[in-house]
């Protein structure tokens, strides 16, 4: 099921290491010295700690540039980082904030030549081919994924279906009469859509979909095992944020060892989130990523609060690009309950080993007493099981208990009938965050 290894740029995917080194160090210099004129708060930021583009020799002098954070972005709402007038862009995208005001981001047209290469990289080092027809299921609009997908697809020549997220059954009508082999969507929808495929009577066999480029939520090995199960397709992830154009800052290889750094537009690095010290090849941090192609809207040590690490090691595949840890446990995700740090990636982890439930879940917190109570409800997979009252209890008590052995915190377990969640088409609702509401 695997599919063959593929290039997209043969040449720069398979680059000598010391050569990588040698055109980040050209770029890099260059990217100095465009921001210092163009961008007055990098201007400031360099002056601060004393560096000019002319003093600007080797790579780790990088290491001396303060970092720039989303804050500062927020600070500078909505063009006040980007490098170019507004009138050399062609085109916005934002995502939300948690927080009022959106993060604008913005492309030149080479931008977006280089963000389509980018994203033409990741599906064809994925498995993609110009003979893929590819559905994408991902909402358009100012998200970068439909998009970044849409245009990156293109470019290697495959037919795209800008299906746009919803529609379920639609989606599924297209799919089969198209003949769709390939599909652009959040886990959660990928799994929702075969659920729908199945109501209607249809199996995997009724579609062609060998392979899913899945993203914009996390994806827990047991998650992407059910998917490629459901489907008969071969899954892989890509990591990406529009502040650093969109998708196509990494992806995996058809080996998934990692995702593949694209080293020829962007720098990475892993520092200690608390101190900001940088951490070594292994140790797991921030990712911190400096753009080298970026025109309209460059960043310079970009803390992105994901957490990973980094791998210089050769991979099968014949690349030569680092690789990152899948991210699984965004530091934005992290919930802290009765004072333990929780990810929802590690309870999706336990919910999904278990055979009687299925991986459809929420994670509800609430307050009592000023005490943070969690809360998980899961679907049973065989309504007939809520009136077997004692195979009931003891499956409860099954997921209470693994649960407790991964976490370390007691957990209300409420089993519930199947389809009793909500389903979205775009990221799914996984928590429930009711503490503000203190109840006593
Ligand atoms: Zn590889």
């Keep these: 099921m695997r599919p063959e290894v593929r290039f997209y740029q043969k040449e720069l995917e398979t680059m000598p290491r010391d050569q990588i080194r040698e055109l980040q160090l050209t770029k890099l210099k ?80 080479g931008d977006l030549d280089t963000w389509s290469d980018l994203v033409a990289r990741l599906a064809v080092a994925a498995g993609a081919t110009e003979q893929d027809i590819a559905q994408i299921c991902f909402g358009y609009g100012l998200f970068t994924g439909a998009l970044g997908l849409h245009y990156g697809l293109e470019k290697i020549g495959a037919t795209v279906i800008p299906a746009s997220s919803g529609n379920t059954e639609k989606q599924l009508m297209l799919m089969q009469d198209l003949g769709t082999s390939l599909i652009v969507a959040t886990p959660s929808y990928a799994l929702y859509m075969s659920e729908v495929a199945r109501d209607l009577g249809k199996t995997k066999d009724d579609f062609k979909i060998r392979l899913g480029l899945l993203g914009s939520e996390g994806c827990t090995p047991e998650m992407r095992e059910k998917l490629e ?91 030569t690009m680092a690789r990152m840890a899948k991210v699984n446990d965004r530091a934005d995700n992290m919930l802290k309950i009765k004072g333990v740090n929780v990810f929802p990636s590690q309870i999706e982890s336990v919910l999904l080993t278990i055979e009687q439930i299925s991986p459809n879940y929420q994670i509800v917190l609430t307050s009592k007493n000023y005490m943070d109570q969690l809360e998980v409800r899961v679907e049973v997979i065989d309504s007939t099981l809520l009136e077997r009252f004692a195979e009931l209890e003891a499956l409860q008590q099954n997921v209470r208990h693994k649960l407790h052995t991964v976490l370390g915190i007691d957990a209300k377990v409420t089993l519930l009938s199947p389809r009793s969640i909500e389903r979205t088409a775009g990221k799914a609702k996984r928590i429930v965050d009711q503490r503000g509401k203190n109840t006593i």
Excluded: Q
């Design 30 to 109: 260059k990217l100095i010295a465009y921001v210092y004129e163009r961008v007055p708060f990098y201007k400031e930021r360099l002056d601060s700690v004393g560096m000019t583009p002319e003093k600007f020799k080797s790579l780790d002098d990088l290491k001396e540039i303060p970092y720039t954070t989303k804050e500062d972005i927020r600070d500078h709402y909505p063009f006040g980082l980007f490098a170019v007038p507004t009138g050399d862009l062609v085109r916005i995208h934002a995502s939300s904030g948690t927080t009022g005001k959106p993060t604008v981001v913005g492309y030149t047209k």
């Design 229 to 319: 199960e459901a489907w008969g397709m071969f899954v892989t992830d890509n990591y990406g944020m529009s502040e650093l154009f969109g998708p196509g800052v990494a992806g995996e290889c058809v080996f998934r060892c990692g995702h593949h750094i694209a080293e020829d537009h962007y720098i990475p690095e892993v520092i200690d989130p608390k101190t900001g010290e940088s951490l070594n090849e292994g140790e797991k941090g921030e990712l911190v990523f400096t753009t080298l192609s970026k025109e309209a809207f460059p960043l310079l040590r970009y803390r992105t609060r994901d957490l990973s690490t980094l791998d210089y090691s050769p991979c099968a595949c014949g690349r």
